[in-house]
T-cell receptor, first 113, second 113 residues
Framework: EDKVVQSPLSLVVHEGDTVTLNCSYEVTNFRSLLWYKQEKKAPTFLFMLTSSGIEKKSGRLSSILDKKELFSILNITATQTGDSAVYLCAVGSNAGNNRKLIWGLGTSLGVNP | NAGVTQTPKFRILKIGQSMTLQCAQDMNHNYMYWYRQDPGMGLKLIYYSVGAGITDKGEVPNGYNVSRSTTEDFPLRLELAAPSQTSVYFC????????????FGPGTRLTVL
């Protein structure tokens, strides 16, 4: 069965800290891996990764994919209170119903001032 | 552009009542999706549509129906509400060329008592 596992489930850090969020997957016919940020309302898109070893970067956030070891990490440097959110990882598969994304449960990040 | 809009924001239903959750997008996206999000359970796909007149079941379609008469609108119908349908419902859309990059509406929080 396809699955996406995120760790940790939750963590709390102080402003200025650097955090690393993990996403591992077992998915048939991998297509893509996506990171979303959810702040109380709708998930908003952060990154899509399809190739191993190529870092995607946006400001203080960056992400990389390892298709051999089947995981991705999301790094946030110099965290701010506005980074407090649930970070969701999803994986697209080309097997069967190919419109489906398999979603992880998310990592809840709290950033204290 | 308003993006993806959903109405209502909140609703309380009694067991056995029916209602329609509205979803509209103004990005001319062909693909539209309905998810439900339960605490600790992640996002689950209910139904999706690849264009006007074409819909298909997702992972958890029982108890729901959809229709897609226009590109813009994708309503979700609950015919006989049950407490198990208490959840937050998200509508999302994407372009055919980038189906994994989904744009979400603000959600509808539904409680069935």
């Amino acid at each position: 069965e396809d699955k996406v596992v995120q760790s940790p489930l939750s963590l709390v850090v102080h402003e200025g800290d650097t955090v690393t969020l993990n996403c591992s997957y077992e998915v048939t016919n991998f297509r893509s891996l996506l990171w979303y940020k959810q702040e109380k309302k709708a998930p908003t898109f952060l990154f899509m990764l399809t190739s191993s070893g190529i870092e995607k970067k946006s400001g203080r956030l960056s992400s990389i994919l390892d298709k051999k070891e089947l995981f991705s990490i999301l790094n946030i440097t110099a965290t701010q209170t506005g980074d407090s959110a649930v970070y969701l990882c999803a994986v697209g598969s080309n097997a069967g119903n190919n419109r489906k994304l398999i979603w992880g449960l998310g990592t809840s990040l709290g950033v204290n001032p | 552009n308003a993006g993806v809009t959903q109405t209502p924001k909140f609703r309380i239903l009694k067991i056995g009542q029916s209602m329609t959750l509205q979803c509209a997008q103004d990005m001319n996206h062909n693909y539209m999706y309905w998810y439900r999000q339960d605490p600790g359970m992640g996002l689950k796909l209910i139904y999706y549509s690849v264009g006007a007149g074409i819909t298909d079941k997702g992972e958890v379609p029982n108890g729901y129906n959809v229709s897609r008469s226009t590109t813009e609108d994708f309503p979700l119908r609950l015919e006989l509400a049950a407490p198990s349908q208490t959840s937050v419902y998200f509508c999302a859309s994407s372009k055919p060329s980038a189906t994994d990059t989904q744009y979400f509406g603000p959600g509808t929080r539904l409680t069935v008592l």
